[in-house]
């Protein structure tokens, strides 16, 4: 289903398609789209947070900064990104690439938890997601440079 959904959006890399595919996703009608909200975390040192995401439920995830934890404490679900395509099922934990744009399809019901640096124990969130998270193609684009 996800290659499906990719080969849609025309040529290019995974990582073009996969933009292409989050920018469709964006431009659909609110009342199509599903709010996917993560909850977060703090301890000493460390940011965490966690996301549900529903039984058929397609998603497209951040580009992150640096490597990090990825973890599927729940479900069952298929990824594609640039390292690949892969079904997973929990308990499964991962060491995510940095610069990576997954797809991610939600088999079940899926809790999926990344886990990241947070020397300065900041909890200000957007001042936390803006040290770890790429927001746009572009921005890739110029840390890849």
């Not at 398609?17 to 431009?27: C, G, R, V």
């Not at 001042?127 to 684009?141: D, F, G, K, S, Y």
Request: aromatic share 8%; charged share 25%.
């Amino acid at each position: 289903m996800i290659n499906e959904l990719l080969d849609l959006c025309g040529g290019g890399t995974i990582l073009e398609k996969t933009f292409k595919l989050q920018e469709a996703m964006m431009a659909l009608p609110e009342e199509e789209k599903i709010d996917l909200e993560p909850i977060h975390y703090f301890a000493e040192g460390m940011y965490l947070r966690s996301l549900y995401i529903p039984e058929g439920v397609f998603c497209v995830g951040e580009v992150h900064k640096h490597s990090h934890f990825t973890i599927l404490a729940e479900g069952k679900s298929k990824i594609v990104s640039q390292d690949g395509e892969f079904e997973v099922e929990a308990p499964f934990v991962f060491t995510s690439t940095p610069h990576a744009k997954r797809s991610v399809y939600a088999i079940t019901d899926c809790t999926w938890i990344t886990v990241h640096l947070n020397l300065d124990n900041c909890q200000n969130i957007e001042e936390v997601e803006n040290r770890h998270v790429i927001r746009n193609e572009q921005e890739l684009l110029e840390m890849r440079k």
